[in-house]
């Protein structure tokens, strides 16, 4: 049986829960025993709410089965766990990862990795010397329509990409998010989620180039576009925008192109569009990212098996392949070379 301590319980701790609760109900050996939050006694009686549904965001958790804290020493001291679940601001990331890691415990904690990559490249050292395992919440490796784009490309059954688009956008968040020095704004936030999923699927680009503009005080970019630049010319470009506001409501969605084909992922269903037969839709699952992630680092933590689709080496490349581009916007949209990038890059 896993003991697992949850230390922050904003929309994603929330989110995270449900879906511990879910595998618990399905008879997966692993309890939930605490949460930790500063806010706790607030945040138990309030309904929280992200930019995409949960299944029970209609009303609170019962948290009545489950010990809280207010402290995370006090956890600690007071619990014992295998696994913990980090869904804190990002700035907090690395300290407590670290620690956690160095005193034995498995953790997973959410994207972004960290604040910065300097931070990230300590995080992934650590899990590299410490018996604990180390998973970063990059969930788009989990969805089944980005799971989808990735298998076709491998196959190489349309050929040779030759070119795509990535969307991302919602009305601003609230809270520390708008914050940049806490969460890096847009691009370190949300737009990571798209950066994370061409370099998983593509590869690190050599070059980047990104166009970005800060529409809310102190919340660093806020809108931006980058364009990714490969050997091989294919036109790769993903943009993001948190200042939609209104009913808009959020979305993601691609379009890529291939030699004999392209794929269009839209209103939450993949359309395939192969140049030699009628186009159809992709039978894939209704499932969110969130579930199968949490069940792959649990299943592998149970069995000791590495952890191979979301190192902290990959996450890590992601955090600075956006520094990347926030070098890009800062300087105008010029090229900015990732062989050029330091570990640490300028300030939002």
Same mark, same amino acid.
Request: with cysteine; charged share 25%; aromatic share 10%.
């Given at each position: 049986?896993?003991?697992?301590?949850?230390?922050?319980?904003?929309?994603?701790?929330?989110?995270?829960?449900?879906? !511990?609760?879910?595998?618990?109900? &399905?008879?997966?050996?692993?309890?939930?025993?605490?949460?930790?939050?500063?806010?706790?006694?607030?945040? +138990?009686?309030? +309904?929280?709410?992200?930019?995409?549904?949960?299944?029970?965001?209609?009303?609170?958790?019962?948290?009545?089965?489950?010990?809280?804290?207010?402290?995370?020493?006090?956890?600690?001291?007071?619990?014992?766990?295998?696994?913990?679940?980090?869904?804190?601001?990002?700035?907090?990331? %690395?300290?407590?990862?670290?620690?956690?890691?160095?005193?034995?415990?498995?953790?997973?904690?959410?994207?972004?990795?960290?604040?910065?990559?300097?931070?990230?490249?300590?995080?992934?050292?650590?899990?590299?010397?410490?018996?604990?395992?180390?998973?970063?919440? *990059?969930?788009?490796?989990?969805?089944?329509?980005?799971?989808? @784009?990735?298998?076709?490309?491998?196959?190489?059954?349309?050929?040779?990409?030759?070119?795509?688009?990535?969307?991302?956008?919602?009305?601003?968040?609230?809270?520390?998010?708008?914050?940049?020095?806490?969460?890096?704004? %847009? @691009?370190?936030?949300?737009?990571?989620?798209?950066?994370?999923?061409?370099?998983?699927?593509?590869?690190?680009?050599?070059?980047?180039?990104?166009?970005?503009?800060?529409? /809310?005080?102190?919340?660093? !970019?806020?809108?931006?576009?980058?364009?990714?630049?490969?050997?091989?010319?294919?036109?790769?470009?993903? *943009?993001?925008?948190?200042?939609?506001?209104?009913?808009?409501?959020?979305?993601?969605?691609?379009?890529?192109?291939? $030699?004999?084909?392209?794929?269009?992922? $839209?209103?939450?269903?993949?359309?395939?569009?192969?140049?030699?037969?009628?186009?159809?839709?992709? &039978?894939?699952?209704? $499932?969110?990212?969130?579930?199968?992630?949490?069940?792959?680092?649990?299943?592998?933590?149970?069995?000791?098996?590495?952890?191979?689709?979301?190192?902290?080496?990959?996450?890590?490349?992601?955090?600075?392949?956006?520094?990347?581009?926030?070098?890009?916007?800062?300087?105008?949209?010029? +090229? =900015? %070379? @990732?062989?050029? =990038?330091?570990?640490?890059?300028?300030? /939002?």
């Amino acid at each position: 049986m896993l003991n697992i301590g949850l230390v922050g319980y904003g929309f994603m701790g929330h989110m995270h829960l449900e879906n !511990y609760v879910r595998m618990m109900r &399905e008879g997966m050996p692993i309890q939930v025993a605490a949460i930790c939050d500063v806010r706790i006694d607030e945040l +138990k009686h309030e +309904k929280v709410e992200g930019n995409i549904s949960t299944e029970t965001d209609t009303s609170p958790i019962d948290l009545s089965a489950f010990r809280l804290y207010k402290d995370l020493e006090d956890m600690l001291q007071n619990e014992k766990l295998d696994v913990i679940d980090i869904t804190l601001p990002t700035d907090l990331h %690395a300290d407590i990862a670290c620690d956690l890691l160095q005193w034995g415990y498995h953790v997973f904690c959410e994207k972004p990795m960290a604040i910065n990559s300097d931070e990230a490249a300590r995080m992934a050292e650590t899990a590299r010397t410490s018996r604990g395992k180390l998973m970063i919440g *990059q969930c788009l490796r989990f969805w089944p329509a980005y799971v989808y @784009l990735k298998e076709t490309v491998d196959s190489g059954r349309f050929g040779q990409v030759t070119g795509g688009y990535f969307f991302r956008g919602s009305e601003a968040p609230k809270g520390w998010l708008l914050q940049a020095k806490r969460s890096g704004g %847009a @691009l370190l936030d949300m737009h990571i989620h798209d950066s994370d999923v061409i370099q998983w699927i593509f590869g690190m680009p050599e070059q980047v180039s990104t166009i970005a503009r800060s529409c /809310i005080p102190g919340s660093g !970019y806020d809108i931006a576009s980058t364009h990714y630049h490969y050997e091989d010319g294919k036109v790769l470009n993903a *943009q993001v925008d948190w200042t939609l506001e209104g009913d808009f409501g959020f979305s993601m969605t691609y379009r890529v192109n291939f $030699e004999k084909g392209n794929l269009v992922f $839209e209103n939450g269903k993949v359309k395939v569009h192969p140049s030699d037969a009628p186009g159809f839709v992709a &039978e894939l699952s209704d $499932e969110m990212g969130y579930y199968p992630q949490l069940r792959y680092f649990l299943e592998r933590v149970m069995s000791g098996e590495p952890i191979r689709r979301t190192t902290p080496e990959s996450a890590l490349l992601s955090v600075r392949l956006v520094e990347a581009e926030m070098l890009s916007a800062s300087r105008n949209g010029e +090229k =900015v %070379a @990732l062989s050029n =990038v330091p570990v640490r890059s300028a300030s /939002i």
